[in-house]
């Protein structure tokens, strides 16, 4: 397959520092900002970006069912990635909606952390977002991501509407949140961060958990959550959760993550190809 690099034919803007914007007192500021926190607004003229990013009327579904991640003027994936100084296998990951039935583990995170409070919102970044993801980041890569706040000029143009389920602590306020992209017969989860300090409630799992919860109240067939790695424990833990399909780059094809077959994807050599950027084709 010919790599892909679409540009958007609007000129890209340069980068502003986001200036904070107090929320205005008719909101439900208890509702939304249990912190009483500011959240970021930023102000950019052009408005079509991402509407139909290739022009070429297909929906946010119809790339995530081939592996392809959308970003604000390209579509993109991958079937490698490096980790510990070797290349491994690259998996773009779905569950199956109709077949996600909890085990009894499962069901006992969601009733241990039946205290606190799930909200699902238009995304917006915030201040305590953006610590929440840094520390949570560290935490587990021992790295830092940009934060929200210098993305959202991006991320707010992405073809799909973007929802944050925020999770709140009945006392102590924002401990988790997951991004979650909306089409229009599946989700897409982007980032997920969640405090460090409540281990105990594996808010991991329960973010997720409730991720697929929001797909199935919008009768959504797929929930897609990016790639998996099975050399990273960061990436193959989307392996536990049941009803989950792996894409097969030979067979241009979903299959069962529990499956021979899946197993045998993994294994697999790389094939040994070279892109000839001249005939703009592989080389033969």
């Not at 998996?91 to 995170?109: C, E, G, H, I, N």
């Not at 840094?134 to 587990?140: K, V």
């Not at 529990?258 to 080389?283: H, L």
Request: proline share 8%.
């Amino acid at each position: 397959m010919k790599p892909i690099r679409r540009e958007s034919d609007h000129p890209v803007k340069p980068r502003v520092t986001p200036e904070p914007f107090v929320i205005p007192d008719h909101l439900d500021e208890e509702l939304f900002d249990k912190t009483g926190e500011q959240w970021y607004f930023e102000t950019i003229e052009q408005t079509e970006y991402g509407v139909d990013p290739f022009g070429e009327g297909l929906t946010p579904d119809a790339y995530w069912a081939e592996g392809w991640n959308l970003s604000y003027y390209q579509a993109d994936r991958s079937n490698a990635c490096g980790h510990d100084d070797a290349l491994h296998r690259m998996f773009p990951t779905r569950y199956r909606l109709a077949d996600f039935d909890l085990s009894r583990s499962f069901r006992r995170v969601l009733k241990n952390n039946a205290d606190l409070e799930c909200v699902v919102r238009p995304f917006r970044p915030t201040p305590a977002k953006d610590e929440l993801d840094q520390i949570h980041c560290y935490s587990r890569f021992r790295e830092t991501k940009a934060p929200l706040s210098t993305i959202y000029a991006k991320l707010r143009y992405r073809p799909a509407p973007i929802r944050e389920l925020t999770v709140f602590h009945p006392t102590r306020g924002l401990i988790a949140f997951t991004l979650i992209e909306v089409g229009e017969n599946a989700s897409y989860a982007l980032r997920t961060a969640w405090n460090p300090d409540e281990r105990k409630r594996s808010l991991g799992t329960f973010t997720f958990l409730k991720a697929v919860e929001y797909a199935r109240s919008l009768g959504f067939e797929h929930h897609y959550v990016g790639p998996t790695l099975l050399a990273d424990p960061a990436f193959s833990y989307k392996l536990r959760f049941p009803a989950c399909e792996l894409y097969d780059w030979d067979a241009n094809d979903w299959v069962a993550s529990e499956s021979e077959r899946a197993k045998a994807m993994f294994a697999a050599p790389f094939p040994r190809r070279r892109w000839d950027t001249e005939t703009e084709d592989w080389a033969k």
